[in-house]
């Protein structure tokens, strides 16, 4: 007896469903101590591409939400930068694997929100993710740049060795949505610093999802805070907070830059202003050693004399 024939065609109502199926838009959420949470007032607003399209809703970051990254950003500084540099070198190059991993998406964003062909969004995406790698090289290295031992006339050593300043706030770039937002957080996270970062109010959505590979690359939730809103709004109450301990303006307008370092100043906050950058260029160490403090021990090596020393 014959079989009859299988019957390959899809269904009609398959066939519906199908051509019905809404789109899954990405719901985009702030990075605060290692979560995910929407503004703490509820509030979001529109990110438009650079024909003015609808990209998606970022959160619209409060005053609120700026006090509660600082606190995560003081409760993790401990940890952090108590690790050794290497295990912290391991970390960032970790999280450089997770941004090649999800490298088409980064670029599609950096592409919508710079209004750029895919191939220059591309070679953005690329440089962001090398020099990502770059500063995790340095952070076994910075020390033996900057510090050492110093000649004094006198039975002692005198060592000095760089540290962390603290927490640090960070307005990232506006224009340069990924590349320049890679090179202002990660010198300051490479030598044991904690960061509070504003996203580019234009184009802060490659920052929202550098969050959520920073959350699955073995970094310390609090380390990294993402915020993104009115840049001014944030930043404000930021600059006057008691407990950052340093501001990074590279993002900032001459005129808001000015009241912020005045804000800054209550608490002698260190203050790097913002300039003109070539974020394609070679970096140096500049902003690796903007953040870091000097420590240096004298250590007593006992009375020298014409018949050596004595201890």
């Known amino acids: ?36 949470p929407r503004s703490e007032s509820g509030r979001v607003y529109e990110v438009t591409d650079s024909k003015g399209e609808w990209l998606a809703n970022a959160p619209l970051s409060s005053r609120k939400d700026a006090r509660d990254a600082v606190v995560a950003a003081r409760k993790a500084f401990g940890g952090w930068s108590g690790a050794t540099a290497y295990n912290r070198g391991q970390v960032l190059y970790r ?8 490298r088409d998406q980064f670029v599609r964003e950096v592409a919508d929100s710079e209004g750029l062909s895919k191939s220059k969004a591309a070679a953005i995406v690329d440089a962001a993710i090398d020099r990502w790698v770059w500063y995790a090289g340095w952070t076994d290295k910075i020390a033996q740049v900057v510090g050492g031992g110093n000649p004094v006339a006198g039975p002692y050593f005198n060592l000095s060795t760089p540290e962390p300043t603290g927490v640090v706030t960070v307005l990232a770039p506006q224009e340069s949505s990924f590349l320049g937002l890679v090179s202002v957080i990660a010198p300051v996270i490479a030598t044991g610093n904690t960061v509070i970062v504003i996203a580019s109010e234009k184009s802060p959505l490659p920052a929202l999802s550098l969050g959520e590979v920073l959350a699955t690359s073995d970094v310390p939730g609090g380390v990294v805070n993402v915020l993104s809103g009115r840049t001014a709004e944030i930043a404000t109450p930021l600059a006057a907070h008691q407990d950052v301990n340093a501001i990074d303006l590279a993002g900032a307008d001459d005129v808001l830059a000015k009241e912020l370092e005045v804000a800054a100043a209550d608490n002698l906050k260190r203050v790097v202003r913002p300039q003109a950058v070539d974020y394609f260029a070679a970096p140096g160490i500049e902003r690796l050693t903007a953040f870091l403090e000097t420590k240096t021990v004298w250590h007593p090596t006992g009375a020298l004399g014409a018949s050596g020393s004595s201890y």
């Open 1 to 36: 007896m014959s079989e009859k024939p299988k019957n390959t065609e899809k269904p009609k109502n398959t066939e519906k469903a199908e051509q019905q199926r809404l789109s899954v838009f990405k719901t985009y959420k702030l990075y605060v101590g290692g979560k995910f």
């Open 95 to 102: 999280v450089a694997e997770m941004l090649e991993g999800r």
